[in-house]
């Protein structure tokens, strides 16, 4: 019989960061393409929202891109190996994922996107990465290993799943579970009401006013990112931080406040081992939220809810 722990272990995959860097930082730069084209026609939507990828059952996908009378939508099937592009007239066009350049890649949508009759003129290069090297002329990346970004995928969907249930806790103005691809990251954002500081920028290459509209109200952010440590970690952060935030006691025993980071993490290999992943997971999730709601004084009375509520009321 297969225990709890060991089922665990399948479900949470293993994935050392130095062992698919090469192909991380590949596939950064084709989901900085793809969130380019829903960039260029997806409304503007408060903090960017509009821009990310959605976890999908098969990948990571630019969902229903509104286009003149219709939509399109793009999706990497990590599990079929083929960037999918479909319309909402039917028609489709497919493009292998395998060992090719970013330029070969972005050479390759443009042209699917030009024979579906869609027009997507993208910022020449990538945001949030230093050097930022023009898409069309970076032949340097260019490796792609389709089991390394299957189990990224893999990791990116466990994530998904705790951090919707934590998500549900929460009735106050919050984002969706959703993958930032200038970071790279899987993350979720609950709001305090209140207005915060303009941020100060610096991210490179990109603009501070771009900064300043994501963090334009106060948050506790957390989400899951393939750095930080061994195997990625998830992590939990406040803008701004209030006083003693990162003195604040987190859960599970594994979680660390890391000050070249600003904010907490707790690695995946930690959670990828324990009896039980989904709950430290939760714990960390929980924890760090306190940190930046408690330590800042949020009404969290009237921001928060218990998502089984009405359980007793309906049956699904």
Not at 113 to 119: R, V
Not at 171 to 193: E, I, N, T
Request: hydrophobic share 40%; with cysteine.
């Amino acid at each position: 019989m297969t225990t709890g722990h060991a089922t665990s272990q399948v479900l949470w995959p293993s994935l050392r960061v130095e062992d698919w860097s090469a192909t991380r930082d590949t596939l950064h730069m084709w989901t900085q393409i793809v969130g380019k084209i829903r960039l260029k026609h997806a409304p503007m939507v408060n903090h960017w929202w509009q821009v990310c990828l959605q976890v999908s059952s098969r990948g990571l996908i630019a969902p229903a891109i509104p286009y003149h009378s219709g939509v399109f939508d793009i999706e990497f099937d990590f599990l079929g190996e083929q960037l999918h592009i479909r319309t909402s007239v039917g028609d489709t066009r497919r493009i292998a994922l395998q060992n090719r350049s970013v330029a070969d890649f972005h050479a390759e949508v443009l042209r699917a996107l030009g024979e579906l009759h869609i027009e997507a003129a993208i910022q020449p290069h990538p945001n949030e990465v230093e050097p930022a090297v023009q898409f069309a002329d970076n032949f340097e990346q260019a490796t792609y290993d389709p089991e390394a970004a299957s189990a990224f995928w893999r990791q990116l969907m466990q994530a998904y799943r705790v951090m919707d249930e934590f998500r549900a806790r929460f009735v106050g103005k919050a984002s969706p579970v959703q993958f930032f691809w200038g970071s790279m990251d899987l993350a979720c954002a609950r709001f305090s009401g209140r207005t915060a500081p303009p941020h100060p920028g610096g991210a490179p290459h990109l603009g501070d006013w771009v900064m300043r509209e994501a963090y334009s109200r106060e948050l506790s952010s957390c989400g899951f990112w393939p750095g930080g440590g061994e195997e990625g970690a998830f992590y939990s952060y406040a803008y701004p931080a209030p006083t003693g935030f990162d003195e604040h006691e987190v859960a599970p025993e594994a979680a660390f406040f890391s000050a070249d980071y600003g904010e907490f993490l707790l690695p995946y290999e930690a959670v990828r081992t324990a009896t039980d992943p989904e709950g430290d997971v939760l714990r960390f999730l929980q924890t760090t939220y306190e940190a930046a709601a408690d330590r800042g004084g949020w009404d969290r009375g009237a921001l928060e809810e218990d998502p089984a509520r009405w359980d007793d009321q309906y049956q699904p």
